[in-house]
């Protein structure tokens, strides 16, 4: 009989990044200890996590509060603390996630417009997201890319973008059992193209870290968990709650579509940015690619997607333009961030990248 | 037996090509097709024609809610 480390073995390997208080302290220390030793730890993390959870006043720009849901979800997803995979559902961790989603979803529902609610039919559904996305203050970061920003600015831009895009796609993927006919062929039918429609070299996260090595970034996922500030970390981790919480299916079919809905513009701005400094068709072939394949989303994403679901499961549809408008919300906070760091000469980072010189290298 | 193909058209959007067919430039040289569903610009300020680039939106196009297919 085989025992359970010969089959798995523990493992624990440093992460690239540190934590940013006690709480992310202690859960990484608990992840590098194995299960049945780590009692004392997940003591540890359960107390600094109240007492976190108790004082915190805005948990989206919670740094220790943030990344430590980040790491939480990572263990779901891969690739972010390399460990003991039987931590994914270790009940005290588990039971961490949910009282961090408890106040982390409370907060967004009390600072998220809600919009005002279509009719149930997925034509209105449709109408009311793209007018919603419409108002969409975001382009100002898009337009200063395409016409001001630095290429240090520019590997910036990446940087942020990394802590989704090396995963695109992914966290609205969580949805697809959940959802039953026309909507899960939608939502299918996006997600297949965003993985490349069966090209592993055309899978949009694989597009993309071509786009950062040509930046002379890495590209390995987390590498720059470090330098990316809170915000950065909670619009991923929104993404990761709406999709790994069945009940909050609405909420991620929301935001897929307000994402879609305001890409392909966007998109054509920064690798218009990218061409104004001279970078060719390797690092640009991540923006061009999502002008052509986002504007064909979004109409999938309103009418197939969000609609056909509102249309089916009308209970859902509060939840399906609340998860759209904290897209726009939270999106825009992280652009906002950048774009104030940027015009008063600051990086957007929480610690700058180092090891650039640019002297106009390519 | 290879399924039929067709084309939808989406209210004040694009036309959404499903299934195996050549889309051919003015030239009749086939355009180069990297997606299984592809959107076909219908508003006439698309800068990737003939494929939809989102421009619609920015120019208000308006499709006949009255007509056949929206």
């Not at chain 1, 890319?145 to 966290?171: C, G, H, M, N, W």
């Not at chain 1, 970390?233 to 709650?241: F, G, K, P, Q, Y």
């Amino acid at each position: 009989m085989y025992s359970p480390e010969l089959v798995r073995p523990v493992r624990f390997i440093a992460p690239p990044f540190t934590d940013r208080g006690q709480v992310s302290r202690h859960l990484l220390h608990a992840l590098a200890t194995p299960v049945a030793l780590a009692d004392d730890e997940l003591e540890s993390f359960q107390a600094a996590l109240a007492s976190a959870l108790a004082s915190t006043t805005d948990i989206v720009r919670d740094d220790d509060l943030q990344l430590t849901l980040f790491v939480l979800y990572g263990l779901a997803y891969g690739s972010v603390v390399d460990c003991d995979e039987r931590w994914e559902w270790n009940t005290a961790l588990i039971a961490g996630r949910a009282s961090i989603e408890s106040h982390f979803e409370e907060h967004l529902r009390a600072v998220v417009p809600q919009p005002e609610l279509p009719a149930s039919t997925a034509e209105a559904v449709a109408a009311a997201l793209f007018e919603l996305t419409s108002h969409e203050t975001g382009p100002s970061l898009a337009r200063f890319l395409a016409k001001k920003a630095t290429v240090e600015q520019l590997r910036e831009f990446l940087v942020q973008r990394s802590i989704y895009t090396l995963k695109e796609a992914d966290p609205h993927s969580w949805a697809i059992p959940r959802l039953t006919g026309r909507p899960k062929a939608a939502l299918v039918e996006i997600q297949a193209d965003e993985y490349g429609g069966g090209r592993p070299e055309r899978m949009h996260a694989a597009i993309f870290a071509r786009t950062m090595r040509g930046l002379g970034l890495d590209s390995r996922y987390a590498a720059y968990v470090d330098n990316v500030p809170a915000v950065t970390l909670a619009s991923m981790n929104m993404m990761s709650m709406f999709g790994l919480n069945r009940r909050l299916r609405g909420a991620i079919v929301g935001h897929l579509a307000a994402f879609e809905m305001t890409s392909s513009i966007p998109n054509r701005h920064y690798g218009n940015g990218f061409r104004r400094l001279d970078f060719g068709p390797d690092v640009t072939l991540y923006f061009d690619e999502h002008v052509e394949a986002d504007a064909v989303h979004e109409q999938i994403a309103g009418r197939d997607l969000a609609g056909a679901l509102a249309e089916d499961q009308p209970t859902l549809l509060a939840d399906i333009m609340f998860g759209a408008s904290a897209c726009l919300t939270v999106d825009g906070w992280a652009s906002e961030t950048i774009l104030e760091a940027w015009t008063s000469h600051r990086s957007s980072l929480r610690v700058p990248l180092q090891g650039f010189s640019e002297t106009g290298m390519r | 037996m290879v399924e039929r193909a067709s084309i939808e058209a989406y209210v004040d959007g694009p036309l959404l090509v499903r299934g195996d067919v050549d889309i051919l430039d003015k030239n009749g040289h086939p355009v180069e097709r990297t997606r299984a569903t592809v959107a076909l610009c219908r508003c006439g300020v698309s800068a990737i024609k003939p494929f939809c680039d989102g421009t619609h939106k920015a120019v208000h196009f308006k499709t006949d809610p009255d007509g056949p297919v929206s």
